[in-house]
């Protein structure tokens, strides 16, 4: 119930293409729903979150889309470039509580 | 701001030794948690503590780890004593109590033991 699944595991992208990254919760109590980006060397960053209320949220190329009956997310990179090519979590957690739960990650290659 | 500061960068230890791992959150955050990042289990929450106490250490591993919080500003994890499977990235996040729900990460600590 705690787990958030994520994939798939690994992504080769072509430059200028749609990277999508998906993933899937159980705990209904999550309200938080965050996708953080992560470079060689450095720690996670945030990239972009959303709360089950919406059904999508988009900043700039990056847009989540959340199906809440589904009890899933994704992550959708539009006109995806080489600088993109990360380690991509998404993670959850829920209202009064202050666990955030990653799921695996995803390694994105975007192809020059 | 600094960001959140962990030293050291990297650590390489022999088995049986004690490491201890150093963070420093970002003035004003409440709220400081340790993580691991391993490939096999990707990115494990340890413990976490609001405003020094420690609140759930549910993930601390074994009784070998320790993590301790003396004050606002700085906190360490111990493992004693450590073994080859510890071998990890470990990472400090803090974040505030209110407001956002955005972790601010460190660069990590990269751990061997051999």
Redesign the interface.
């Known amino acids: 119930q705690q787990q958030v699944k994520q994939s798939p595991q690994s992504l080769i992208v072509q430059k200028g293409g749609i990277s999508i990254i998906n993933c899937a919760y159980e705990n209904t109590a999550f309200d ?1 729903f ?1 996708w ?1 980006q992560q470079f060689p ?6 990239l972009i ?1 959303i709360r089950p209320d919406v059904s999508e949220k988009k900043e700039g190329r990056f847009t989540i889309s959340f199906n809440k009956s589904a009890k899933q997310f994704s992550l959708h990179i539009m006109d995806s470039q080489p600088g993109d090519s990360a380690t991509y ?1 998404c993670a959850a ?1 829920y209202a009064g509580g ?8 995803t390694r994105l290659f975007v192809k020059a | 701001d600094a960001g959140v500061i962990q030293s050291p960068r990297h650590e390489v230890t022999e088995m049986g030794q004690e490491v201890t791992l150093r963070c420093k959150p970002i003035s004003g955050h409440d709220y400081l948690f340790w993580y691991r990042q391993t490939m096999m289990r990707g990115l494990e929450l340890l413990i976490y503590f609001n405003n020094n106490v420690p609140i759930d250490d549910s993930g601390m591993p074994e009784d070998r780890f320790s993590a301790k919080m003396p004050n606002a500003s700085f906190s360490t994890l111990k493992i004693q004593p450590s073994e080859p499977r510890d071998s990890a990235v470990y990472f400090c996040a803090s974040r505030t109590g209110t407001g956002s729900e955005k972790l601010f990460f460190g660069s990590g600590t990269q751990l061997s033991v051999l």
């Open positions: 938080y965050p953080y060397g450095k720690g996670p960053a945030l979150a979590f957690s202050f666990k955030t739960i990653f799921g695996a990650g």
